[in-house]
């Protein structure tokens, strides 16, 4: 089996770079797909809660309509078509924090040592331990799926919120952390409001949704303040 983890994924950046991001997103993504369906070897590759637009107040499903906002969501998009396309396995996910690599919780726990920081409170999504995610992507891919499907840890929440209680786990001061609006921080791509993903085919699959994400940040946070 071929597992594709590799992406082009500078959101900010691909406003500048469409062209660069849709080579490594959607042209590669397809070549893989060919490649692996020629020679009937399964393909798992990653997609994203950015193929949304945000617009909804209910979480997304696989069926749901996508509409990206930014040039990262355009270039994901077109490339799980392709891919899907070629009988591969695509797993949306959102939000990936892991305990050995950067990422949000990381940089929030290094940087609220050194000062107070101010993080978006008006954009809801699902945290996704990397661990977590592994486990059921695998386990998805050896249950045969194909298509879409989405897999997250249970549970939405702001990206203030997930600030705070990771910093709250490692007994640092959560009052150093303190919310904002999107229009405070202005980045140049757009991000949606609301990227909840939920899954209509986990139960079809035979397969166990991922725990809440508070039950697996605890470790994964530990793990963090050893490095961070
Ligand atoms: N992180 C998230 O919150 C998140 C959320 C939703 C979906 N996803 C999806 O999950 C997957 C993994 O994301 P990630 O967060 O692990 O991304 P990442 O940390 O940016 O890792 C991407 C990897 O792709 C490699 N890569 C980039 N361009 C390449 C190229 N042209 N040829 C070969 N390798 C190349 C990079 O190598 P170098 O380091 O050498 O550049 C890097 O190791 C992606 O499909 C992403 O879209 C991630």
Not at 97 to 108: D, E, K, L, R, Y
Request: glycine share 8%; charged share 20%.
């Amino acid at each position: 089996m071929v597992i594709n983890c590799a992406a082009y994924t500078a959101v900010d950046r691909a406003e500048e770079e469409e062209g660069l991001a849709t080579e490594i997103n959607t042209v590669a993504v397809g070549v893989l797909a060919e490649w692996a369906s020629l020679r009937s070897r399964p393909l798992l590759t990653f997609s994203t809660d950015y193929v949304f637009d945000g617009a909804a107040d209910c979480p997304y499903v696989e069926s749901s309509s996508t509409n990206p906002i930014n040039a990262y969501g355009r270039s994901k998009l077109l490339g799980e078509s392709l891919a899907a396309g070629h009988g591969a396995l695509v797993v949306r996910t959102s939000w990936v924090i892991s305990g050995s690599h950067p990422n949000f919780v990381a940089t929030i726990l290094r940087k609220v040592r050194e000062q107070e920081l101010r993080v978006v409170d008006d954009q809801r999504g699902n945290p996704t331990v990397a661990a977590d995610l592994a486990r059921a992507s695998y386990a998805a891919l050896q249950s045969g799926a194909s298509g879409l499907l989405h897999l997250t840890n249970q549970g939405e929440t702001t990206w203030y919120e997930l600030a705070r209680t990771s910093v709250g786990l490692v007994d640092l001061d959560p009052s150093r952390i303190s919310p904002c609006e999107t229009r405070d921080y202005p980045t140049p791509a757009r991000r949606p409001t609301y990227s909840v993903l939920a899954s209509e085919r986990l139960d079809g699959l035979g397969l166990d949704p991922l725990p809440h994400w508070r039950e697996s940040i605890g470790e994964l946070v530990v793990e963090l303040k050893t490095w961070v």
